[in-house]
């Protein structure tokens, strides 16, 4: 059975993504509807990977699933940062993304610089206490008129030099390609399966000293005569049970995974090894 991963979010748009990157994994993802709970998370954090463990966090606490929460917004350089965390309420609640980007525009006007840049945490947060994160940003500069019908949110505001476009004057592929989103979505999941692997390996160890001898008697005591004259050209039987480096110590990360994405990281429980945001 494949597993399930539960995501914090409302949104089928995200719940698509999100699905259809982890079915490349062979992971299932569901809405907190389908696991049978209505978990609204205040985002009280000062950083987006905080808001993002929230989330999944509390979810992962209602469901008793693996949970998945994430958060994103604008950060403008000229507004120390602003409106950052309260992207999404910037300007008040009901007010629309046309009046809200204006508003921005208004406020940047005439100060010089226009750097930005769109950021987006992912994190993810297992029953037995271990936490996976990644983050990603995209960088560019507030344009001087909304241009482009694409997209939501700022993307109309947001122009990315490279392409001298606006994300909202991108194809949805055009703009995940280069997008703080696309980016964690992608590092998320290569971060996701590394783990799993990881945790499968662990697994099998433990397994291996719960029935010591089992798991390395049967292919020598079998084999014998079937490899009597190469026997010694032959790799060991190790090849396909991996030999165990100490036992119970952790493989080391770059033996196991040399493609280990560099942004992600993921805690274990017992070290409290927890990355501290501020
Ligand atoms: P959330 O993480 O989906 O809650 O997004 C927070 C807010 O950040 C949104 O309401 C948007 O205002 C803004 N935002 C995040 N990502 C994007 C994007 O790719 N384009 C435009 N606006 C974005």
Redesign the pocket.
Known sequence: MSERFVLATHNPAKLREMREILSELGLEVISPEEAGVAVDVEETGTTFAENAMLKAKALCAATGLPAIG?????CVDVLNGGPGVY??RYGGEDITDAQRNNLLLESVKGQGRRDAH?TCSIACAFPDGDTLTAEEHCHGVISYIPLGTG?????PI?NYPPKLKT?AQMTPEEKSEV?H?GKALRAFAEALGAYLSERAWKELEAEKERQPGEADAAPESAEPQTVPEVSEAVPDAPEVVPETPEKSEPVPEAAKNPQTPRTPTHHHHKKKKHKKHH
Do not use: E, I, N
């Open positions: 994430d958060d994103s917004g604008l992207s999404a769109f997209g939501f949110g700022y993307d947001f994300f997008s989103r």
